[in-house]
T-cell receptor
Framework: GQQVMQIPQYQHVQEGEDFTTYCNSS?????IQWYKQRPGGHPVFLIQ?????EVKKQKRLTFQFGEAKKNSSLHITATQTTDVGTYFC??????????????FGKGTKLSVKP | EAQVTQNPRYLITVTGKKLTVTCSQN?????MSWYRQDPGLGLRQIYY???????DKGDVPEGYKVSRKEKRNFPLILESPSPNQTSLYFC?????????????FGDGTRLSIL
């Protein structure tokens, strides 16, 4: 079945350093979503990418969708302690007529040292 | 306030004792789903519902039941809980399924099955 690989699993950075997490799929994706989960919290929607090669920015966060729509990345410039949490990508599984099945990557847990 | 409400937030129970986790949303969303979150495994979808009286299996449906009798409610039922169902559970909803809408998550229910 469709799988989404997310790397790295953990990332420890010094405050002010950059951070990137990647999601890779073996199949072409229709679109991809990114979520952030703060420690002890619930996942919160960040953004959705739909078009091949799409790049979207939210302040220090830059989201990219690959040209082949098989991979995506989330880049944070100059991390702050408020960026701490786990970042997930999510894709829609399409096979066997089951069009409602959402697949989440395993997440990248970001810790930021002040 | 627009929200997804889960109850209970915490539950410790014993093997075999039927339990129900309720989920309710006040946003008139068509799509609702349940996830479990386990360390190292990320978020895995248990069941989802595209509309009233329409439910379908996600990735890990074994040992769970759901129902969608009303648009706002989507309870998760564990008929005979076992220790391997100890987990953090999230309910989520989205406006509709077309276009892969952003998921709005509840605060989570932490279940411990002894």
């Amino acid at each position: 079945g469709q799988q989404v690989m997310q790397i790295p699993q953990y990332q420890h950075v010094q405050e002010g350093e950059d951070f990137t997490t990647y999601c890779n799929s073996s199949t072409t994706l229709s679109n991809i979503q990114w979520y952030k989960q703060r420690p002890g919290g619930h996942p919160v929607f960040l953004i959705q990418l739909v078009k091949s090669g799409e790049v979207k920015k939210q302040k220090r966060l830059t989201f990219q969708f690959g040209e082949a729509k098989k991979n995506s990345s989330l880049h944070i410039t100059a991390t702050q302690t408020t960026d701490v949490g786990t970042y997930f990508c999510a894709v829609l599984m399409n096979y066997g007529g089951s069009q409602g099945n959402l697949i989440f990557g395993k997440g990248t847990k970001l810790s930021v040292k002040p | 306030e627009a929200q997804v409400t889960q109850n209970p937030r915490y539950l410790i129970t014993v093997t075999g004792k039927k339990l129900t986790v309720t989920c309710s949303q006040n946003m008139n969303h068509e799509y609702m789903s349940w996830y479990r979150q386990d360390p190292g495994l990320g978020l895995r979808q248990i069941y989802y519902s595209m509309n009233v009286e329409v439910t379908d299996k996600g990735d890990v449906p074994e040992g769970y039941k759901v129902s969608r009798k009303e648009k706002r409610n989507f309870p998760l039922i564990l008929e005979s809980p076992s220790p391997n169902q100890t987990s953090l559970y999230f309910c989520a909803s989205s406006l509709s399924f077309s276009g892969f809408q952003p998921q709005h998550f509840g605060d989570g229910t932490r279940l411990s099955i002894l």
